[in-house]
């Protein structure tokens, strides 16, 4: 009897850890260090904390005026640590780098013309991965389904925020006026992966999750500061 009550106790623990990190392919991280030099594209000393559903760090110019942009650039994608990479690394990151921009091109492509070109009234989009880990698939599997594995993932999401055997993902957002080189925003961020049942035996499944999340998440940054009346929260587009 003794057994099956800590058993419920850890089945509940679990269930609570994937109420609170959701349930999707990924939620935003509860930390994430940066430092001087280890940025990719503005100085860390700019950023501010987000909060609430903003990235991790962000900054936004308080002068800038995005209601009179109409054409966007959007560049390859950089991933910052190739150099430390093996070749199996190398390109699975560079497979997500490419994922990322196809999901940049998909969702800004709604509001935006896509070009190349450093007109006026035209943004640039910068986007680097600036570190990722696969999931663990059995390990992931263990402890989403076994009791034992459900409350271990619990305990661990409760001391660090991220549950066991999924991946993560962190990232860097800049975005300029193409033509003149202004800063307009910048942002630091770091997804983890929550229990997705269609994905867990995907390694690369949280990853690309919360690169989907990031596109939606421009997109809807952009509209939100265009004073749109129709702006599309990640997630909610059918």
Request: glycine share 10%; charged share 25%; proline share 3%.
């Amino acid at each position: 009897m003794r057994h099956i009550k800590t058993a419920t106790l850890l089945v509940m623990a679990a269930g609570t850890a994937l109420l609170l990190g959701g349930c999707g392919g990924s939620y935003q991280a509860r930390s994430m260090d940066i430092k001087e030099g280890q940025t990719l594209f503005v100085n860390p000393a700019i950023l501010e904390k987000g909060t609430g559903d903003q990235a991790l760090y962000r900054y936004a110019n308080p002068k800038a005026d995005i209601k009179k942009y109409t054409k966007v650039i959007i560049e390859p994608v950089i991933i910052s640590k190739s150099a430390e990479l093996d070749a199996g690394d190398l390109e699975n990151y560079q497979k997500l780098a490419n994922n990322a921009f196809v999901y940049l091109n998909q969702e800004l492509s709604k509001d935006y013309q896509v070009v190349t070109s450093p007109d006026p009234q035209t943004l640039r989009v910068q986007m680097g991965i600036t570190d990722a880990d696969t999931s663990k698939p059995v390990r992931n599997f263990l402890s989403s389904f076994m009791p034992i594995g459900m409350g271990l993932s619990a305990v661990r999401y409760a001391a660090t925020g991220k549950q066991s055997g999924v991946g993560e993902i962190s990232g860097e957002f800049k975005l300029t006026d193409a033509s003149t080189g202004e800063l307009l925003a910048a942002a630091v961020d770091r997804r983890v992966g929550g229990k997705a049942i269609s994905g867990i035996w995907d390694t690369w499944y949280n990853a690309d999750e919360a690169l989907k999340y990031w596109a939606q998440k421009t997109r809807f940054a952009l509209c939100e500061a265009r004073g749109g009346s129709n702006c599309v929260k990640p997630g909610e587009e059918k």
